[in-house]
């Protein structure tokens, strides 16, 4: 497991909150799924396994404070925003679409940068149509390591567990409608009984009765 040499202090009453990025399977890239709190990287990591890899497929972990993160939208880059980073490699994360899902970034690559300024121009240059960008310096990172025994180790155990994103779930007027039109609505069986009405008590008064009105 590779980590920066970073430990924090809680913030408040928490620790500082990590963005955690899952790497399903070799052909896919790295996703922004979530955050967790954390008070180091390997606390972080272990948290984000924990939540985020409980079911799904995985191959890999990582995990950077959220203070790390460059990141700006195009109205933000048109008020004039400015970023401040160490020289050296950047990954680039992107937002492509407004659809609503687990992730929210993609990293799509590197490069090489002067400062955090020039990341977030090559980015900018690289995808010109994103709805949001994220620079990160590569140091910023802790990570699993990569290879079978890792994938074993962490990932492997939950293979077996049956999931479902909330995607596969209808809603329940749907379901039952379908149940219904199936004809595989549970009914109710012969000896089933209504509930009881509760007896009067001993002061309740009858309800008045109809009386005729003289003529």
Do not use: C
């Not at 925003?81 to 490699?89: S, W």
């Not at 140091?139 to 939950?158: I, N, Q, Y």
């Not at 009914?187 to 009405?197: E, F, G, H, K």
């Amino acid at each position: 497991m590779t980590t920066p040499a970073t430990r924090t202090s809680p913030q408040g009453d928490q620790w500082p909150r990590w963005e955690v990025f899952k790497k399903d399977n070799d052909r896919r890239p790295y996703q922004a799924v979530g955050s967790v709190h954390a008070g180091d990287p390997q606390h972080a990591l272990v948290t984000a396994r924990n939540v985020f890899v409980r079911r799904p497929a995985a191959v890999s972990l990582w995990v950077v404070r959220e203070q790390d993160i460059l990141s700006a939208t195009p109205e933000e880059i048109a008020r004039g925003v400015t970023f401040r980073g160490p020289a050296g490699t950047y990954h680039v994360g992107i937002k492509a679409t407004h659809k609503r899902s687990m992730t929210f970034v993609d990293l799509t690559g590197t490069v090489d940068a002067t400062d955090g300024e020039d990341a977030m121009r090559q980015a900018r240059a690289q995808h010109p149509d994103a709805l949001a960008w994220w620079v990160i310096p590569d140091e910023a990172f802790a990570r699993t390591e990569d290879g079978p025994d890792t994938v074993e180790s962490w990932f492997a155990p939950a293979a077996e567990k049956t999931y479902k994103q909330q995607q596969y779930y209808g809603t329940i007027g749907r379901h039952v409608g379908e149940l219904k039109r199936a004809g595989l609505m549970p009914s109710r069986t012969p000896d089933a009984q209504a509930a009881p009405r509760p007896a009067a008590t001993p002061d309740a008064r009858p309800a008045p009765s109809a009386q005729k009105v003289p003529q």
